[in-house]
C-alpha cells in the first residue's frame, strides 16, 4: 500500500481506511469514534503530529461525503 485514501461504501454500510502502511475496513457509524480517537492521538503524541494530520483530514472527507457535504 502506497496510497492514502478513505473510501465509503454505502451499501456495505462501511469505510475503508488505507494508508500507507496499513488498511482496515469499519462499520460507516463508528467513522466519528475514529476521527475522535486520531484526534486524541495528535493531542497526546504531537511528534507524530504530521501522520495524524493526515489521517484527520481524510476521515473529516469522509465524514463530509457521508452527511452529503
Given at each position: 500500500?502506497?496510497?492514502n485514501?478513505?473510501?465509503i ?10 494508508l500507507?502502511?496499513w488498511g482496515n475496513?469499519?462499520?460507516l457509524d463508528t467513522?466519528?469514534r ?7 492521538q ?12 493526515k489521517?484527520i483530514a481524510?476521515l ?5 461525503e457521508?452527511d452529503g457535504?
Amino acid at each position: 500500500m502506497s496510497e492514502n485514501t478513505c473510501e465509503i461504501d454505502r451499501a456495505a454500510g462501511t469505510f475503508t481506511l488505507n494508508l500507507e502502511t496499513w488498511g482496515n475496513t469499519y462499520p460507516l457509524d463508528t467513522l466519528e469514534r475514529w476521527l475522535a480517537f486520531y484526534r486524541e492521538q495528535r493531542d497526546l503524541f504531537p511528534k507524530s503530529r504530521n501522520s495524524y494530520d493526515k489521517t484527520i483530514a481524510l476521515l473529516e472527507n469522509a465524514l463530509a461525503e457521508r452527511d452529503g457535504g
